[in-house]
């Protein structure tokens, strides 16, 4: 089983759509969790934290299940620009802050 | 100027060859990670740095070497280059546990 799983998708969602994302996670001790958004052939570059309570910036709300070991990412009113992939990312086990990233949910928003 | 540089930044090799990349910042961070992406995987950790005293083997350091030249410099070596090393190589640093940044990465192609 993969430390962290996401649906690839390709989500296809037209403009002004709400779309949101899920990821579960295997290790109940990580503590720290994120998401990085990376366009194509481009560095991953961190889109936000999700901390316990939930956290919002603008349009992107993120959520954090851990009796379920699972985050979440919504997005409303969606943008061209915001074609990209997402990655769901926990640290590591230790306590040597490596991160664990997911392979990536793949967004397309059409016009 | 960019905070974290890779060069170089695409690569074709034979097999068999010696091959570094390099990976430079100006953040002043500490902590120092090489990654490699493959389609369908994510992003794999190879080694990390927490220091220029510290290397650490990440989960797929077999055939690769590091060194840490210096705070800001880290490179990552092929010893003998075999095609399953057709990557995408990205460099990353950090304070710990939080975001990290990532350089724009190296296409390596090993034929």
């Known amino acids: 089983r993969k430390e962290v799983e996401q649906d690839p998708g390709p989500f296809n969602v037209p403009e002004g759509a709400t779309v949101a994302f899920n990821c579960t996670y295997s290790?109940?001790?990580?503590?720290?969790f994120f998401w990085y958004r990376q366009d194509c052939r481009k560095e991953p570059k961190l889109l936000m934290s999700?901390?316990?309570s939930g956290n919002e910036d603008g349009r992107f709300t993120a959520q954090l299940n851990r009796a379920s070991q699972y985050i979440s990412l919504l997005i409303r009113d969606s943008k061209l620009s915001d074609s990209a992939t997402y990655l769901c990312?926990?640290?590591?086990?230790?306590?040597?802050?490596?991160?664990?990233f997911g392979s990536g949910t793949r967004l397309l928003v059409r016009p | 100027d960019a905070d974290v540089t890779q060069t170089p930044r695409n690569r074709i090799t034979k097999t068999g060859k010696r091959i570094m990349l390099e990976c430079s910042q100006t953040?002043?961070?500490?902590?120092m990670y090489w990654y490699r992406q493959d389609p369908g995987l994510g992003l794999r950790l190879i080694y990390y740095?927490?220091?220029?005293?510290?290397?650490n083997k990440g989960e797929i350091s077999d055939g690769y070497s590091v060194s840490r030249q210096a705070q800001a410099k880290f490179s990552l070596s092929l010893e003998s280059a075999i095609p399953n090393q057709t990557a995408l190589y990205f460099c990353?640093?950090?304070?710990?546990?939080?975001?990290?940044?990532f350089g724009p990465g190296t296409r390596l192609t090993v034929t």
């Open positions: 990312v926990v640290n590591g086990e230790d306590s040597s802050y490596k991160l664990i």
């Open positions: 290790n109940s001790a990580s503590q720290s």
């Open positions: 999700v901390y316990s």
């Open positions: 953040k002043g961070h500490d902590r």
């Open positions: 740095s927490f220091d220029v005293k510290d290397i």
């Open positions: 990353a640093t950090g304070t710990g546990g939080e975001e990290q940044y």
